[in-house]
């Protein structure tokens, strides 16, 4: 008389489309770069692997963050705004100052008559890291010689002021994170 209802195979179907369309969506999402991670550093991300050892350069400042810039041949006035910069994002780390050391590396024609009103430390860079280097850029390396960030040079001193925030930034938040050093 009264049998139960078969269910049919709507509730299955619906149930299969439930689980299986959004693993699927992501998987398509993913799959053709439509999806920008969340992202917080300001800096650009080295390749791993990119360190002192792989340029075949002495470590300078073993277990230590340390702050590059390779100091041109000619250091005209966006190179000064650069130290500048270096300079005053060091003072803007406050208690973490210590941590951190800039470091100024110099190649042969480097002119370093430019070095006279600032207190960097230098360091001599063979041609391996010259050539990485060769775009003023400034790199943050950790205090296992890995080269991890990048901030290419920018034109203008209100953009190398901001990319000098973002240098503090994103170093305070490697220092908070990282127990070495």
Known sequence: ?????????????????????????????????????????????LPVGTSYLSLKMDNPKPREWQLLYLLPNKCDQQCQDHLYILQQSHIALGRDQDRVHTLILLSQDSDTHALASYSFETAKANDAMIKMLDRQQMIVVDPLGSLVMEYPAVNGIDKQIMQGKSLVADLRKMLKLSRLG
Not at 13 to 19: A, E, T, Y
């Open 1 to 45: 008389m009264n049998s139960p209802k078969k269910s049919g195979a709507k509730p299955l179907i619906l149930l299969f489309l439930v689980f299986v369309l959004p693993v699927a969506a992501a998987k398509i999402v993913l799959s053709l770069d439509l999806y920008q991670g969340g992202a917080t550093n300001k800096g650009k991300l």
